[in-house]
């Protein structure tokens, strides 16, 4: 827009030194001619109804040449637009100038340069991250940014984060009721040879701490009555206190299974027929071993299994944020904030042969 301002005043100002060399006839005669020009273009928009709209260029370049003529002769000119809208054109050029004098320099501070690039490279190593997993994984690691800070990184580095997943109403409740709450459910994983291996897993509603109880080829009655005393102990062990746990109503488990935990006052809630929501904090996690795990990995044989399921209990127990528990972990404080961002680095340590990444403040 300068260039065309300056090409614009210099075509104005060539033609204007010409004028001086003519007589004063011939400028009268060529006055004459450009108002008689400029009143049939002014009488041939009024007819259709328009107005002349010049663009800022323009409207500088009149303003110039008009402030060049005295004010006792500018009642006599000729104009496409008023003297008011001169004068409301040199207004808004001031209040503009002004207006960006005015302007406060300080402001909200720019993000950090190495925040910035932790993002980015999370989202480039961690695919199915979206900004509220980094931004939990931001505040594993002590720095402090907000969560739509993540997504206005995401969103200038043309990166799209994964969508909102709204809470379920049976998630609300057992938000507010999960003290005290396990859930326990069975997942399938298919090895290489095409067999397919039933896993038995409970998960803490108040801490999100997971227990994968075992896996089996054969879930029998009698077998997941064993997991059961075996999970009686194990939270006997760790001094957790439960009073309900929430199963469906699979065939594998039996009265049995109910009767072990009813021995240690522990009471069983069966979900409907088909209501998966009535397990919404089970479902969630199994969903979110086969997205991080399962779907990701070849598995070769059971004890393979056995191996990757044991690190990604570590690693969802010690490691990995929660929303639930405002980005911590079950087993794991939050650590305190980064005082010094420029000699900040992360570290990445990998679990179950890379698949699943996690990072750690740099010694």
């Known amino acids: 827009m300068c260039l065309r301002f300056v090409y614009l005043l210099a075509v104005r100002i060539v033609p204007a030194l010409g004028l ?58 000729r104009l496409i637009v008023t003297p008011d809208t001169i004068l409301r054109w040199h207004r808004d050029l001031l209040r503009r100038r002004w207006a960006k004098k005015s302007r406060p320099k300080n402001g909200r501070p720019a993000m950090h340069r190495n925040i910035k690039s932790l993002v980015l490279r999370m989202a480039r190593q961690n695919p199915g991250w979206g900004y509220r997993r980094i931004h939990g994984e931001l505040a594993g690691l002590g720095v402090r940014v907000a969560a739509s800070t993540v997504w206005e990184i995401l969103k200038d580095a043309g990166v799209d984060p994964a969508p909102r997943r709204g809470s379920v109403t049976w998630g609300c409740f057992l938000r507010s009721q999960a003290e005290g709450i396990i859930a326990a459910d069975f997942f399938t994983a298919d090895l290489l040879d095409g067999t397919k291996v039933y896993v038995l897993a409970v998960i803490e509603h108040a801490t999100r701490r997971i227990r994968i109880l075992g896996s089996t080829l054969h879930p029998t009655g009698e077998w997941t ?30 009265a049995a299974f109910d009767a072990v935990l009813a021995d240690v006052g522990i009471r069983t809630v069966l979900c409907n027929v088909r209501t998966p ?41 010690a490691h990995r944020p929660h929303m639930s528990l405002s980005a911590a972990v079950p087993l794991k404080p939050i650590p305190p904030n980064v005082t010094d961002l420029d000699a900040f680095r992360a570290r990445r340590t990998r679990r179950a042969g890379g698949v699943i990444n996690e990072y750690r403040p740099a010694a």
């Open 20 to 77: 001086w060399r003519r007589c004063d006839d011939h400028k009268t005669i060529e006055i004459l001619l450009l108002r008689h020009q400029l009143a049939a273009l002014q009488r041939q928009l009024v007819s259709v109804g328009r107005r002349p709209r010049p663009d800022w260029a323009d409207r500088a370049v009149i303003a110039l040449l008009v402030s060049l003529v005295p004010k006792a002769r500018r009642a006599g000119l």
């Open 225 to 254: 009555t064993q997991m059961a005393r075996n999970m009686v102990m194990e939270l006997d062990d760790a001094a957790v206190t439960v009073k309900f746990l929430i199963r469906d109503r699979g065939s594998n488990f039996t």
């Open 277 to 317: 929501r009535m397990n919404a904090t089970m479902e969630r996690w199994v969903g979110s071993v086969r997205r991080e795990l399962l779907d990701r990995t070849l598995i070769w044989n059971h004890a393979h299994l056995r191996r990757i399921l044991h690190g990604y209990e570590l690693h969802y127990n």
